[in-house]
């Protein structure tokens, strides 16, 4: 599992802005019989991209894996069903070298990372579940919708609620009226569970000096300590794969991986891209909300680089043929 150098990667992402760099050709995803398992390949195996993966084992033969964290790929392929999938650091490799024969990818990264894996895969007509949020703008939104078309290959979003029965009852017995005319939407979560707010980011020349000023007879020793922590997470960790379209920063335990990046507008949407696709599908379908003609936000403050520790959001929708004007409380 060779390492690819982030000078090498954004020189092959730069050339398309979105970041694809395996030959786009004309193959479309293999057509298989009912009865045949299509060949799986796993994109993020920690975290959600572990069920994500143990999900498809089920039904389909899973060829190949990676992981940006040597660490967790190679744990994955000890256990059953993973044990002969070959294991790879970068995503782009692994499809150079099996993009032929995968039919089915699942694609579990962190937020930024999901529109250009999964445009990248489409474009060798790999068929595509990626996690939400499908993408992080919308230009690469309506892109993956564009090349979707174009390829034919089968697309699903990772937002399990939303495959439950229950949502779907949910939405009927809206519609239906039971409730009387909806006029009012409150949600709300106990997230951010992980760290986010102004001012997070480190780096060593922050910290030293912080250490300094705090510690100065100890800070040679916190500060060496600290570089021998992050030494030993980067023995499995490509930090550059890992990065990848994001702007370069350093490395930094606790801060991003695993799992805190969702509080970084680089990598994440916060709590509300996080969790408001589970919590109000039911009321956005139902109701039909679309694009809303206000939006106030309260907020304890935020900065260039992390979202706000909590918010409160107010969205207006208009009234339409089928509904009163309704408000809606995040």
């Given at each position: 599992?060779?390492?690819?150098?982030?000078?090498?990667?954004?020189?092959?992402?730069?050339?398309?802005?979105?970041?694809?760099?395996?030959?786009?050709?004309?193959?479309?995803?293999?057509?298989?019989?009912?009865?045949?398992?299509?060949?799986?390949?796993?994109?993020?195996?920690?975290?959600?991209?572990?069920?994500?993966?143990?999900?498809?084992?089920?039904?389909?033969?899973?060829?190949?894996?990676?992981?940006?964290?040597?660490?967790?790929?190679?744990?994955?392929?000890?256990?059953?069903?993973?044990?002969?999938?070959?294991?790879?650091?970068?995503?782009?490799?692994?499809?150079?070298?099996?993009?032929?024969?995968?039919?089915?990818?699942?694609?579990?990264?962190?937020?930024?990372?999901?529109?250009?894996?999964?445009?990248?895969?489409?474009?060798?007509?790999?068929?595509?579940?990626?996690?939400?949020?499908?993408?992080?703008?919308?230009?690469?939104?309506?892109?993956?919708?564009?090349?979707?078309?174009?390829?034919?290959?089968?697309?699903?979003?990772?937002?399990?609620?939303?495959?439950?029965?229950?949502?779907?009852?949910?939405?009927?017995?809206?519609?239906?009226?039971?409730?009387?005319?909806?006029?009012?939407?409150?949600?709300?979560?106990?997230?951010?569970?992980?760290?986010?707010?102004?001012?997070?980011?480190?780096?060593?020349?922050?910290?030293?000096?912080?250490?300094?000023?705090?510690?100065?007879?100890?800070?040679?020793?916190?500060?060496?300590?600290?570089?021998?922590?992050?030494?030993?997470?980067?023995?499995?960790l490509d930090w550059e794969v890992w990065l990848g379209i994001a702007p370069d920063r350093e490395y930094w335990p606790g801060l991003y991986h695993p799992f805190q990046w969702r509080g970084w507008w680089d990598f994440g949407s916060g709590a509300l891209g996080d969790m408001a696709c589970h919590q109000l599908t039911v009321p956005f379908v139902a109701c039909q909300l679309r694009?809303?003609?206000?939006?106030?936000?309260?907020?304890?403050?935020?900065?260039?680089?992390?979202?706000?520790?909590?918010?409160?959001?107010?969205?207006?929708?208009?009234?339409?043929?089928?509904?009163?004007?309704?408000?809606?409380?995040?």
């Amino acid at each position: 599992m060779a390492r690819t150098t982030r000078r090498k990667f954004l020189q092959v992402t730069a050339t398309t802005g979105v970041g694809f760099w395996v030959a786009a050709g004309n193959r479309v995803a293999l057509s298989r019989s009912a009865n045949e398992r299509p060949n799986v390949a796993c994109i993020g195996v920690g975290g959600k991209g572990g069920s994500d993966a143990n999900n498809a084992a089920r039904f389909g033969n899973v060829i190949a894996m990676c992981d940006a964290d040597r660490a967790r790929v190679e744990s994955k392929g000890k256990q059953e069903g993973f044990q002969e999938a070959e294991q790879f650091i970068d995503y782009r490799e692994m499809f150079d070298k099996h993009g032929e024969k995968i039919d089915v990818a699942t694609i579990s990264t962190p937020d930024h990372m999901h529109g250009v894996q999964t445009l990248d895969a489409m474009r060798l007509g790999i068929s595509c579940y990626t996690q939400k949020p499908l993408t992080r703008t919308i230009y690469e939104a309506r892109l993956l919708a564009q090349v979707a078309a174009e390829t034919g290959v089968a697309t699903q979003m990772g937002n399990q609620g939303t495959a439950l029965d229950s949502s779907r009852e949910a939405i009927a017995q809206l519609q239906s009226g039971v409730l009387g005319d909806l006029k009012e939407v409150y949600a709300w979560s106990n997230r951010p569970v992980w760290a986010q707010g102004p001012g997070r980011r480190m780096t060593m020349e922050r910290f030293a000096a912080q250490a300094k000023q705090e510690n100065p007879d100890e800070a040679e020793q916190i500060v060496a300590r600290r570089k021998q922590e992050i030494d030993r997470a980067l023995e499995t960790l490509d930090w550059e794969v890992w990065l990848g379209i994001a702007p370069d920063r350093e490395y930094w335990p606790g801060l991003y991986h695993p799992f805190q990046w969702r509080g970084w507008w680089d990598f994440g949407s916060g709590a509300l891209g996080d969790m408001a696709c589970h919590q109000l599908t039911v009321p956005f379908v139902a109701c039909q909300l679309r694009d809303p003609i206000s939006v106030v936000a309260r907020t304890t403050g935020h900065d260039y680089d992390s979202f706000p520790a909590s918010s409160v959001i107010k969205f207006e929708y208009a009234e339409t043929s089928e509904r009163p004007a309704i408000t809606f409380w995040w």
